[in-house]
T-cell receptor, first 115, second 115 residues
Framework: KAGVTQTPRYLIKTRGQQVTLSCSPISGHRSVSWYQQTPGQGLQFLFEYFSETQRNKGNFPGRFSGRQFSNSRSEMNVSTLELGDSALYLC??????????????FGEGSWLTVV | AQSVTQLGSHVSVSEGALVLLRCNYSSSVPPYLFWYVQYPNQGLQLLLKYTTGATLVKGINGFEAEFKKSETSFHLTKPSAHMSDAAEYFCAVSASGNTGNQFYFGTGTSLTVIP
């Protein structure tokens, strides 16, 4: 069974540009969540999608957005990039069974460098 | 509100020695607790999780963790460290219920194994 796939793995962007990152979840997983990982802030929750609807959102500015498609694949977009957006962006998928306690499975991440 | 505190951002042990990584949580509801490991340039991999039932949880690679409600702790241990255990370890808590899959991660503990 294929794991969570994220593309691209590495990218370099210039301040002010926008970027789109893609995530394909494990087959059958309907929940996709995104996290930003930086040395200073650790792992911070961006948002979670379930059945094409945003279910939870972290404390990030509106420049960060996402969406989920009917096949559960997800994209996140960052507009007007800032130097501080340089980070590892991790996608995680889950079966999201009712009742909580679901395990989330991570992809290898997309390394974004803003120059 | 949910939060996790990992005591010690860096831990060094000799090969063959006991590994103890500390995690304390705060949760207003019964928690689901997880330990993940991250190797360089990779995503996070699940080590083990606690949902309900037995408080001593066994995971992969010889790791285990004990849920102690009275101490609000979920410390990770391994009797004998191996060189391949060198990595970053993250403790996480997620809420129960049907509010989604938002995880709260600790700041991580970097484990160094000295030969």
């Amino acid at each position: 069974k294929a794991g969570v796939t994220q593309t691209p793995r590495y990218l370099i962007k210039t301040r002010g540009q926008q970027v789109t990152l893609s995530c394909s979840p494990i087959s059958g997983h309907r929940s996709v969540s995104w996290y930003q990982q930086t040395p200073g802030q650790g792992l911070q929750f961006l948002f979670e999608y379930f059945s094409e609807t945003q279910r939870n959102k972290g404390n990030f500015p509106g420049r960060f957005s996402g969406r989920q498609f009917s096949n559960s694949r997800s994209e996140m977009n960052v507009s007007t990039l800032e130097l501080g957006d340089s980070a590892l962006y991790l996608c995680a998928s889950s079966l999201a069974r009712p009742g909580g306690g679901n395990t989330i499975y991570f992809g290898e991440g997309s390394w974004l460098t803003v120059v | 509100a949910q939060s996790v505190t990992q005591l010690g951002s860096h831990v060094s042990v000799s090969e063959g020695a006991l590994v103890l990584l500390r995690c304390n949580y705060s949760s207003s509801v019964p928690p689901y607790l997880f330990w993940y490991v991250q190797y360089p340039n990779q995503g996070l991999q699940l080590l083990l999780k606690y949902t309900t039932g037995a408080t001593l949880v066994k995971g992969i690679n010889g790791f285990e963790a004990e849920f102690k409600k009275s101490e609000t702790s979920f410390h990770l241990t391994k009797p004998s460290a191996h060189m391949s255990d060198a990595a970053e370890y993250f403790c996480a808590v997620s809420a129960s219920g049907n509010t989604g899959n938002q995880f709260y991660f600790g700041t991580g503990t970097s484990l160094t194994v000295i030969p």
